[in-house]
C-alpha cells in the first residue's frame, strides 16, 4: 500500500515538472514577416517565470552586418495562465533595422535575468537562449539603383553652413552641419553625411550625434554630424551635389532631398596685388606652359590617369583599412555609437570566416551593451576595444611579415 501510494506521488511530481518544462522560459514574438528596407521592425522578448523578478535583465543582441538591433523603452510586467500555473511575463520591446535585402535570420542570443520564488523567497539566476526568427526584407520597386535606403512617412534634413560658401583664401574653414530626422527610425539607422571633397580640400569628419526620443509610443530619431572643410591649396574646387532618398510606405513612394553642389573659389593666402598693367616676368609663362602641356597630357589619357588614381586609392586605403582607422579613433574619443558603426563596417569587410580573440568578443560585447543594454550609470571607455582591436592588427601584420620574409632568397650568396 505504502509502495502504491509513493508511486502515484512520484507520478504527480513528473507530471509537475513535465508541465514546467513546457513553458519556455523566454520566447520571441515578432508581428511582421515581411518589412522594407531600412523600416524600422519590432519584436518583444517575453521572460517568464513563477515569481517575481528581480534585478534587470541583460541581453547578448547579435551583431550583424548592414543590421542595428537595439532596444526600445522599459520592460512591461504582466502575468499569464499557463499550464495550470500563473506566470509573471517580462515583455522587453526592441527594434531591427536592415540595408540587407533577402530572407534574414535572426539568430538567438543569449539573455540572462533573475526571479523569486513566489514575492518573498530567494532570488535565483535564469540563462537561456531566446529562439532563432526569420523576416523578409524587401526593396520597393524602382529603387533598384539606390544605395542606403530607409523608409519613414516621415522625414527632414537641414544644411547649415559657417560661414556661408564663398571666395576664400588658403587656410580657410568652413563648417557645414547636416541634421536628419525620421519618425519610427533611430537616428543610427539614418543615412551618415557624405565624405567626399577633391584634392585641395582636406575634411574632417565629426563624431554623429544621435538622439531618439519616445513620446507616447511615436519613435522619432535624430542625427546630427558636423563636417569640416579646410582649404589646403588655391584653385577652384566643387563639392558634388548630395541626394537623401527614402521610401514613404503610406504613399509608395520614393522621396527624395538634394543638396546643390558647392564651389570654392579659392585664392593664395600670401597673393599681394599686382599693380595695373604689370607684365609677369618670364617665369611665370614657363608655370603656365607647364600648366597647359600638363592639362593637354591629363585630358588625352584622361580614363587611364583616373584608373589608375581609382587603382592606387584602393590599395592605401582599402575598406577595412580605412574602418579599422575609424574605429580607433572612435576609441580615442571615447564615442560608442561611431565605434559601433565602425566596428560593423570593419566586420563587413572582412567577411564570414574572420577569426576574433575572446578579449576582441569581450571588448565588442561591451560597446553593444552600453549601446542597446539598459540606461549606463558610466560613460562608455573606449581603451578596452582599443586595446583588444589593436592585439589583433598588430599580429595580423606580424603573420604577413613573417610570411613574407618565409620565401627563399632569390640570389643567395655564396652560390
Same mark, same amino acid.
Given at each position: 500500500?505504502?509502495?502504491? /501510494? ?12 513535465? /508541465? ?11 508581428? =511582421? +514577416? ?59 520591446? *526592441? ?12 539568430? +538567438? ?45 516621415? *522625414? !527632414?534634413?537641414? &544644411? ?16 557645414? #552641419? ?10 543610427? %539607422? ?8 577633391? =584634392?585641395?580640400?582636406? $575634411?574632417?569628419?565629426?563624431?554623429? &550625434?544621435?538622439?531618439?526620443?519616445? =513620446? ?8 546630427? =554630424? ?12 566643387? $563639392? ?17 532631398? #538634394? ?12 597673393? %599681394? ?40 586609392? !584602393? ?20 564615442? %560608442? %555609437? ?6 560593423? &563596417? ?6 564570414? #570566416?574572420?577569426?576574433?580573440?575572446? &578579449? ?36 595580423? !601584420?606580424?603573420?604577413?611579415? +613573417? ?13
Amino acid at each position: 500500500m505504502k509502495a502504491a /501510494a509513493l508511486m502515484l506521488l512520484l507520478g504527480f511530481v513528473t507530471l509537475g515538472f513535465a /508541465a514546467h518544462a513546457e513553458v519556455a522560459p523566454i520566447t520571441v514574438r515578432a508581428p =511582421e +514577416a515581411k518589412a522594407w528596407i531600412g523600416q524600422r521592425v519590432p519584436f518583444f522578448v517575453d521572460l517568464r517565470a513563477l515569481g517575481s523578478f528581480a534585478g534587470t535583465a541583460s541581453f547578448d543582441l547579435p551583431q550583424l552586418p548592414g543590421i542595428v538591433v537595439m532596444k526600445i523603452g522599459n520592460p512591461v510586467v504582466s502575468s499569464q495562465e499557463l499550464e495550470g500555473q500563473r506566470w509573471f511575463v517580462q515583455t522587453h520591446e *526592441f527594434a531591427l533595422f536592415s540595408q540587407r535585402l533577402g530572407p534574414l535570420e535572426v539568430p +538567438a542570443f543569449a539573455v540572462r535575468f533573475s526571479s523569486r520564488d513566489g514575492f518573498t523567497g530567494p532570488v535565483k539566476d535564469i540563462q537561456a537562449q531566446t529562439p532563432a526568427w526569420t523576416i523578409a526584407i524587401e526593396r520597393p520597386p524602382g529603387s533598384d539603383r539606390i544605395g542606403f535606403l530607409i523608409t519613414t512617412d516621415t *522625414f !527632414t534634413i537641414t &544644411e547649415t553652413w559657417d560661414p556661408q560658401p564663398g571666395p576664400a583664401q588658403v587656410g580657410a574653414v568652413f563648417k557645414r #552641419t547636416i541634421v536628419q530626422r525620421a519618425a519610427q527610425l533611430s537616428g543610427m %539607422a539614418l543615412a551618415p553625411a557624405p565624405t567626399t571633397a577633391p =584634392e585641395g580640400i582636406r $575634411l574632417y569628419r565629426g563624431n554623429a &550625434e544621435i538622439k531618439d526620443r519616445l =513620446e507616447r509610443g511615436d519613435f522619432l530619431g535624430e542625427r546630427r =554630424e558636423t563636417i569640416t572643410y579646410l582649404l589646403a591649396r588655391p584653385g577652384t574646387f566643387v $563639392l558634388p551635389a548630395s541626394a537623401y532618398t527614402w521610401w514613404n510606405a503610406n504613399s509608395q513612394q520614393l522621396q527624395s532631398r #538634394t543638396f546643390p553642389a558647392v564651389t570654392f573659389e579659392v585664392a593664395p593666402a600670401s597673393a %599681394a596685388r599686382r599693380p595695373e598693367g604689370a607684365v609677369a616676368d618670364y617665369r611665370t609663362w614657363l608655370w603656365l606652359l607647364a600648366v597647359v602641356l600638363a592639362a593637354g597630357l591629363g585630358a588625352w589619357q584622361r580614363r587611364r590617369l583616373v584608373g589608375w588614381g581609382r587603382q592606387i586609392w !584602393t590599395a592605401l586605403n582599402p575598406p577595412d583599412r580605412v574602418a579599422a582607422r575609424r574605429l580607433m579613433e572612435a576609441c580615442r574619443c571615447h564615442d %560608442a %555609437a561611431a565605434a559601433a558603426a565602425a566596428w560593423n &563596417e570593419w566586420r563587413e569587410a572582412q567577411g564570414a #570566416t574572420v577569426e576574433l580573440s575572446s &578579449e576582441l568578443q569581450l571588448a565588442v560585447l561591451g560597446l553593444q551593451r552600453h549601446l542597446f543594454g539598459p540606461a549606463p550609470s558610466v560613460a562608455w571607455r573606449g581603451d578596452e576595444l582599443a586595446h583588444a582591436f589593436g592585439i589583433r592588427t598588430a599580429s595580423r !601584420t606580424h603573420s604577413l611579415r +613573417a610570411s613574407t620574409s618565409a620565401l627563399p632568397m632569390l640570389n643567395p650568396q655564396g652560390d
